[in-house]
T-cell receptor, first 113, second 114 residues
Framework: AQSVTQLGSHVSVSEGALVLLRCNYSSSVPPYLFWYVQYPNQGLQLLLKYTSAATLVKGINGFEAEFKKSETSFHLTKPSAHMSDAAEYFCAVSAVGGGKLIFGQGTELSVKP | GAGVSQSPSNKVTEKGKDVELRCDPISGHTALYWYRQSLGQGLEFLIYFQGNSAPDKSGLPSDRFSAERTGGSVSTLTIQRTQQEDSAVYLC????????????FGPGTRLTVL
């Protein structure tokens, strides 16, 4: 069965510091992978997605993620954190054949001034 | 253009009552999904529609939960005889087709069962 594991339910960084949010997946077939962001009391917004093209994927707001098949990882990074990046971030994998997304437990990012 | 809309945004009900949650997908999107977000369980898939058919309803937690979609557009999620454990945020998403990768989410309905 497919699954997603996000390491760290809470990550805190200083403004201007590197952001690294970790995601590992389990899938029997080449996956489609996603990062979504959720701001308080809002729905999920797509940050970026991997669909078997380039392994380094660039998304919105300066975020990027690298697909590493050997490590079954899809970690999210941003070189310099901004206060507005404070939110919850979800990694997800698309089910085989399409349809539902399988989400990780989420990582809450705090940014300190 | 307009995104996915959901109504109501908040719903408070008493245990044992029935509730209906509505989702209006992006125009032209044939696939529609329901998820539930709660503190203990994270984001859980409930059901999805391709057109008016529901190929996967494996996530519905009990027979108190049902969903329908008519005209390939609006969907309603119904919870009968609500229980306190049904309290959660119910999120709806849509995509061009169920095999299309990107799902766009609505703002959610926060359900509180007293």
């Amino acid at each position: 069965a497919q699954s997603v594991t996000q390491l760290g339910s809470h990550v805190s960084v200083s403004e201007g510091a590197l952001v690294l949010l970790r995601c590992n997946y389990s899938s029997s077939v080449p996956p489609y992978l996603f990062w979504y962001v959720q701001y308080p009391n809002q729905g999920l917004q797509l940050l970026l997605k991997y669909t078997s093209a380039a392994t380094l994927v660039k998304g919105i707001n300066g975020f990027e993620a690298e697909f590493k098949k050997s490590e079954t990882s899809f970690h999210l990074t941003k070189p310099s954190a901004h206060m507005s990046d404070a939110a919850e971030y979800f990694c997800a994998v698309s089910a085989v054949g399409g349809g539902k997304l399988i989400f990780g437990q989420g990582t809450e990012l705090s940014v300190k001034p | 253009g307009a995104g996915v809309s959901q109504s109501p945004s908040n719903k408070v009900t008493e245990k044992g009552k029935d509730v209906e949650l509505r989702c209006d997908p992006i125009s032209g999107h044939t696939a529609l999904y329901w998820y539930r977000q709660s503190l203990g369980q994270g984001l859980e898939f409930l059901i999805y529609f391709q057109g008016n058919s529901a190929p996967d309803k494996s996530g519905l937690p009990s027979d108190r939960f049902s969903a329908e979609r008519t005209g390939g557009s609006v969907s309603t999620l119904t919870i009968q005889r609500t229980q306190q454990e049904d309290s959660a945020v119910y999120l709806c998403a849509s995509s061009i087709h169920f095999r299309t990768d990107t799902q766009y989410f609505g703002p959610g309905t926060r359900l509180t069962v007293l």
